[in-house]
């Protein structure tokens, strides 16, 4: 089953389910408007939305539409929670190396986790408005997992109960390997000291490969690798008017949320 | 006028104006239904609020009440951002020269903060739950500020206008002294690269004065003190039944919010 949410309907957006070859939605607006909506009764909600998912990919969902991603919000716009975690290690390690630190051996069992920003998400295709380019404008990608409501001091056997993704993230090698904790491991150390309420978003911090051939996914990363390997980095940060494109494929090829296509501009006041 | 939430009516809890006493409260449910629901039209919604607050203290709200405190839950039981500054550097000061560490410049003009999390606030009344007491249980007297959307970039002045809080907070000696940034400062510091939603909680951080004889507003500074004094700390962490009351109250010693009162718990699974 695939989630998502048009722009239209409010700040939370209008919850749509999506089909599985990203082509055609349907409005879920029966079951539940929004995504925070079905997420505060997932129980209950998502075996109506898992009937109605089947049946718009046997093309027999009434209200059924082609899929402009450009109508697309983020699927939470706005989100009570998102705690990142730093599960690929290689990244922490390659960072901290370029300014000649160690790693704590702590960071190999403690996920190291931080709170960040979760009530002004970007649509896929919106633009990315930035005040000014001498912040260095990076990149990141990674992949996340949305919970219900998680009890406080959750075991990570307890946590996984409340994580929902599609398995197929994992099958993706940039994403599967070299991944130090998994997302119920991450769930229940955010969960350790406090409960956490649903539509809470559990990242998983920067993806990197100890493979340093399968590239970066941030331009911090990369400039750092260069940094090691030429004494300096060579890639700039981003500048108005670059786009990215940043996209999940199965191991077919195909696009498993579709792609976040995104421009850098300027703020106009 | 001040506001708070009923526990009933859902996640988001109920609305309610409270009388400038702290007797009497009236449901604001004609107006909006909860409090984020008033932050998210917050332009239309506040005067309304304000007229309903005029006649609860003139004694002519229909449908007034006498508020039992244990009935409230967090003003917003969940929000969607809480971002909180380090405004009062005398705590910064003392913890860092307790560790043999400097106060670097910057502190001074550019407020630190962090992003805290925002998605589970207890009730004023209601215990807290902690898995262990060996985690060191602490608590922390600070205020904040609620806006509602705040333009990226927004400048002091402009983040001014988007704050809501009573006036008389800054009346009492122990906050409205050594607090090195203003609400409108921080604020604008956290808008810098992006825009705030309405709802978002701005915190001042821990408040400490200069004053040593002021005692402190966390254990952990209170414990710093004893130990630059003394050479270790006296003052132990919270145990399980220990309870505790933060109010802030103006130069009459009337209480401003009401009191919160909270007892320290165990976790029972």
């Known amino acids: 089953m695939k989630l998502g949410s048009l722009k239209e309907g409010g700040r939370d957006g209008t919850l749509v389910v999506v089909s599985r070859d990203l082509k055609h939605a349907v409005k879920a607006a029966g079951i539940a408007a929004t995504l925070q909506a079905a997420l505060d009764d997932w129980a209950n909600v998502a075996p109506r939305l898992n009937a109605l998912s089947a049946d718009l990919d046997a093309g027999q969902a009434a209200g059924a539409f082609a899929l402009d991603m450009t109508a697309l919000a983020s699927p939470l716009p706005r989100a009570y929670e998102f705690v990142d975690g730093s599960a690929y290690l290689p990244h922490v390690e390659r960072v901290r190396k370029a300014r000649g630190a160690e790693v704590p051996a702590s960071f190999y069992t403690d996920p190291l986790m931080y709170q960040a920003t979760s009530a002004g998400f970007l649509g896929p ?88 051939g399968k590239g970066a996914s941030c331009l911090a990363e990369q400039r750092t690798v260069e940094t090691l390997r030429d004494g300096k980095p060579g890639t700039p940060f981003l500048k108005y008017g670059d786009t990215l494109r940043i996209e999940v494929t199965d191991a077919h090829g195909a696009s498993i949320f579709g792609a976040i296509e995104q421009r850098i501009a300027p703020l106009v006041r």
Request: hydrophobic share 45%.
């Open 125 to 212: 295709r919106d633009p990315v408005v930035v005040p000014s380019e001498d912040y260095g404008i990076d990149l990141e990608a990674e992949v996340v997992v949305v919970t219900d409501d998680v009890p406080m001091a959750a075991t990570p056997a307890e946590a996984a109960e409340h994580t929902w993704l599609n398995d197929q993230w994992f099958g993706a090698a940039e994403c599967g390997v070299d991944m130090q904790f998994s997302f119920a491991e991450l769930v229940a150390h955010a969960a350790k000291t406090r409960p956490l309420t649903a539509g809470t978003i559990v990242g998983s911090g920067t993806i990197a490969n100890e493979d340093t």
